[in-house]
């Protein structure tokens, strides 16, 4: 039986916590708002236009939505590019191990493509993935399972046998409706509800997934 693990890409693979930080609190400032450090955790994982409309306004209209949300990722861009981007500890031993033990393997992400561009750029590591799926590409960001689903759809892989390696509470529970196991990593926060919870990538056991 096929089965696939799908990842989640910031706080999960990569560690990008503080090219985001250091992107949100620039655009916010030029918007004249003031965002906090707890508040940009508590909204890890869910896309721009989910973030703006809750900090800002309700009511924003798509085009000033794309218009602030396209300055904080181009900013995110300037980081990665000036400053560089590393994998979380555990990150490239469990992409090449699946890899070689013949699971497929796919990115379920909010980040938006330009973002995933540069993050292959940077690493090289798009060659471990069958699947790279962007909210962007679905209907609404996590908490909806829409990224996970066409994920698995794109691999041709039932969502029951499709396992999910996420860093954040709206990503989890996005595993959950999408009827998916999770594995939480604790990079980002204290506590996750997922099936599986580890601090680290490092600290899931050598034959985790193969005895799933």
Excluded at 27 to 47: C, H, P, S, Y
Excluded at 73 to 91: C, I, M, N
Excluded at 109 to 116: E, F, H, K, V, Y
Aim: charged share 30%; net charge negative.
């Amino acid at each position: 039986m096929t089965k696939a693990v799908i990842w989640d890409l910031d706080g999960t693979l990569i560690n990008s916590v503080d090219h985001h930080w250091e992107a949100w609190r620039e655009v916010m400032a030029a918007e004249n708002i003031t965002l906090t450090f707890e508040d940009f955790v508590a909204d890890f994982g869910k896309r721009n236009d989910e973030i703006l409309r809750g900090r800002i306004d309700p009511q924003m209209s798509d085009a000033e939505v794309a218009r602030i949300a396209l300055a904080k990722e181009e900013a995110y861009r300037r980081f990665v590019r000036t400053k560089g981007l590393v994998l979380l500890p555990g990150a490239e031993r469990w992409l090449r191990q699946l890899k070689a033990e013949n699971w497929r393997q796919a990115l379920g992400t909010s980040a938006p493509q330009g973002n995933i561009d540069a993050v292959f750029d940077a690493l090289a590591i798009a060659e471990f993935f069958d699947a790279v799926m962007s909210s962007e590409q679905v209907k609404a960001g996590k908490p909806s399972p829409d990224v996970f689903l066409a994920a698995a759809e794109r691999m041709n892989i039932a969502p029951e046998h499709c396992i999910v390696v996420e860093d954040a509470p709206a990503g989890i529970e996005a595993a959950r409706r999408a009827g998916m196991k999770s594995v939480g990593v604790l990079t980002t926060h204290d506590e996750l509800n997922g099936d599986w919870v580890f601090k680290t990538l490092e600290d899931l056991p050598k034959d985790f997934f193969a005895r799933l």
